[in-house]
């Protein structure tokens, strides 16, 4: 496992023509717009503002490329999903730019598909389940908010959804931007996938 220095913005893109040229694994971020995908991967590489955080879902519309430790690997956030508020035209061009980058890039190692522990899945993110296993991507679950719950309801509600994620990832990890809980787990887990 490789420890977190030097985070850095790369790139942003719509389409592939704008990727920046394939080089170390890339592990991605996925989840609906309100599950705190931004403050994730701020409080993985120890960054405040890497990722902008924004109080209205659904901010995120571009693929964006970021390199940790001199491009010993990269961290791509796709734009979340879901959310009802933003544009109809918007949510249309999710699933086209996601669906280009997540079946068409080499490089790309697994995705951190991240889960509110307060919520059950929904039909969308099992979709997106489905969907990377039937490109045999690995999953990385990632179980946010977790410092919304006591230890004990922590404990009752990973226990009821393991059995939805096991097909997925039979350990998901339990994940708080607020107290850092999980990270370390995460980013070991993040770095074993990508093999560095």
């Known amino acids: 496992m490789i420890p977190i220095g030097q985070a850095e913005f790369i790139t942003t893109a719509v389409k592939p023509s704008g990727y920046p040229p394939p080089g170390p694994p890339e592990v991605a971020f996925a989840g609906r717009s309100n599950v705190g995908k931004s403050s994730l991967i701020n409080t993985l590489t ?28 990269r961290l791509v956030d796709l734009p979340g999903y879901g959310y009802a508020k933003v544009p109809k035209a918007i949510r249309a061009a999710w699933r086209p730019m996601v669906e280009a980058y997540l079946s068409g890039r080499d490089t790309l ?8 522990i307060r919520r059950e899945p929904t039909g969308e993110d099992l979709m997106l389940l489905d969907w990377l296993r039937s490109l ?5 679950a990632a179980v946010t908010k977790a410092d919304k ?18 097909p997925f990832d039979p350990t998901p990890t339990l994940f708080s931007a607020s107290t850092g809980q999980g990270r370390e787990e995460l980013w ?4 074993e996938a990508a093999g560095v």
Do not use: E, M, Y
């Open 188 to 191: 070991a887990r993040v770095c």
């Open 46 to 73: 120890r960054r405040k503002k890497l990722v902008r955080v924004s109080g209205t879902p659904g901010r995120t519309q571009h693929i964006n490329f970021f390199s940790i430790n001199q491009d010993a690997i």
């Open 149 to 166: 719950l006591s230890n004990n309801q922590q404990a009752s509600r990973l226990a009821k959804l393991r059995p939805t994620l096991a």
């Open 136 to 140: 045999q991507i690995t999953v990385l």
């Open 109 to 116: 190692a697994a995705v951190v598909v991240i889960l509110d």
